[in-house]
């Protein structure tokens, strides 16, 4: 059964939620209680889940622990994954010390710039090595991630190149949108979506009229 | 009533799909229509655009115009907002070259550096700032929102200085989370989440153990 990319993005907060829920050292999880953590209905939750078998027993809620590790497998979370990074100026270098990474499993094993006075530097016990050494490093390393780091006139080349070298994955920081084959997955920072889901409380302080408007409809209904 | 900073997060995906809906022509959708383009059940849906108001007619769907002239009215999308940019290197530049922001009512109207050798340039029609005119400059230009393109180091010290000039929303580039007091939000790329949301495709290649289960579980259920 094919499921939907945009229930696998939500995947990962099941985990995050979960895993506070384990710290607190609580045992079974209900589909409300998580839908009330995430904002959503029990019914979508169950509806999320179910794509990936039977975890829960009606009425008796989703054992925490089991849930936790049934969808950190699910997610392989459960290895090693060696990502590669492009573009090592101020963006790649504070990416590269960015300590987030490491715990949950995903080390940068590789970094690449075309600048050649970037070329040769050691970076976070790593030396930068030149566009031109990516084919074979990749290949040796089975690196299947990459992260970009690049200015925007140049991801989309960049990304080809990673993408011919065998890459799966891309996480893109440059501002642009860029197109993949089919099978090749990218994320990226989308700044207009990001902007639009603050403007509705700018709005708010402003006191939008449109907002008036639905907050006197919805306490009519 | 409160809306769940979630649903509010939810909303500009469903004005993205209204937006393509009315370019189709289409003038009536369905909450199942809904649901089936943003992958959410119409349960969902229907809560979701509760907290708005009552925008359709059980059984006859809603209409797209109407549906989408409100949401915008409500993420406050129908008038122009001013954006301060903090941070003119690599990323900055790109930032302020993205094409993507203006159709949206979005404008960079003015940015700031804390490098001597950047204040005074001239980019994208506006003369970069030195960082101890933000207060006067935010203040003048009724700037509510700031992109923050700065090294993550420098991004907790550059969001406190706009949450004391009065700017209410966030959007931070440097991989790095940072803290704001209630009321000011931040949006950035999340790049545990947003990699934890292709491993499973990765996993799926590499045939995961837990996922071969969970598909037999769920071939059994």
């Known amino acids: 059964m094919e499921v939907p990319e945009v229930v696998v993005g939500r995947l990962p907060q099941y985990v995050r939620v979960l ?5 607190k050292g609580d045992r079974l999880v209900s589909s409300k209680e998580l839908g009330d953590l995430l904002q959503m209905t029990p019914a979508q939750i169950r509806k999320d889940l179910s794509y990936f078998g039977r975890f829960g027993k009606q009425g008796r809620g989703y054992s925490v622990a089991s849930l936790l590790d049934q969808l950190k497998g699910i997610l392989a979370l459960d290895r090693e994954w060696r990502i590669a990074l492009v573009g090592v100026g101020r963006l790649g270098r504070a990416i590269l010390g960015y300590p987030g990474f490491a715990p949950e499993g995903f080390q940068i094993v590789a970094a690449f710039d075309d600048d050649q006075r970037q070329v040769g530097q050691a970076l976070a016990g790593l030396i930068v090595q030149p566009m031109s050494e990516m084919p074979r490093i990749v290949t040796e390393k089975d690196i299947r991630i990459a992260i970009v780091a690049v200015p925007a006139a140049q991801a989309q080349n ?7 070298c ?3 994955s891309v996480l893109n920081y440059a501002p642009v949108s860029v197109q993949t084959p089919e ?4 994320r990226g920072i989308d700044p207009v979506l990001s902007l639009q889901s603050m403007t509705y409380y700018l709005g708010a302080e402003l006191g939008s009229a449109q907002q008036k408007r ?3 409809i919805g306490a009519r209904a």
Do not use: C, E, T
């Open 19 to 23: 895993r506070d829920l384990q710290k």
């Open 158 to 164: 960049v990304v080809n190149q990673l993408v011919s």
């Open 166 to 168: 065998g890459v799966k």
């Open 183 to 186: 099978g090749v997955r990218v």
């Open 214 to 216: 639905a907050h006197r």
